[in-house]
């Protein structure tokens, strides 16, 4: 089983960044996509961007496209999501989750066709 543990959250002021960390365990990451959902209070998890298995394509949410950027250390089994120009609506709890198979799904719905999620990392945008 692949265990998942999300880091580097907090609090940030609208048009700051922060660099959150997705750590793997057990099963071998570099085998999947992984992806990084989150979700604001009251809200549904909606995907926010996915990296395939090895990291050649990439996908974004259009409200984070040209501010956050995913990327993958096979090294490390970890993946990234640098996020930049934060803006108050990126508030929410940040999931990182393992899909079942190399390629991202054509949309980043938060369906059983991921097979791991780690706990999530709250990030939270304000003045």
């Known amino acids: 089983q692949l265990q998942l543990v999300e880091s580097g959250g907090g609090w940030v002021q609208p048009g700051g960044s922060l660099r959150l960390s997705c750590k793997a365990s057990g099963l071998n990451p570099n085998l999947y996509a992984m992806a990084w959902f989150r979700q604001a209070p009251g809200k549904e998890r909606e995907g926010v961007s996915c990296?395939?298995?090895?990291?050649?394509?990439?996908d974004y949410a259009d409200s984070v496209k040209g501010r956050f950027t995913i990327s993958r250390d096979t090294a490390e089994d970890a993946v990234y999501l640098q996020m930049s120009n934060l803006r108050p609506d990126d508030t929410a709890v940040y999931y990182c989750a393992a899909h079942k198979y190399r390629l991202c799904p054509e949309e980043m719905q938060p369906s059983s066709a991921f097979q791991s999620w780690g706990p999530g990392t709250q990030v939270t945008v304000s003045s």
């Open positions: 990296i395939s298995s090895p990291g050649v394509y990439t």
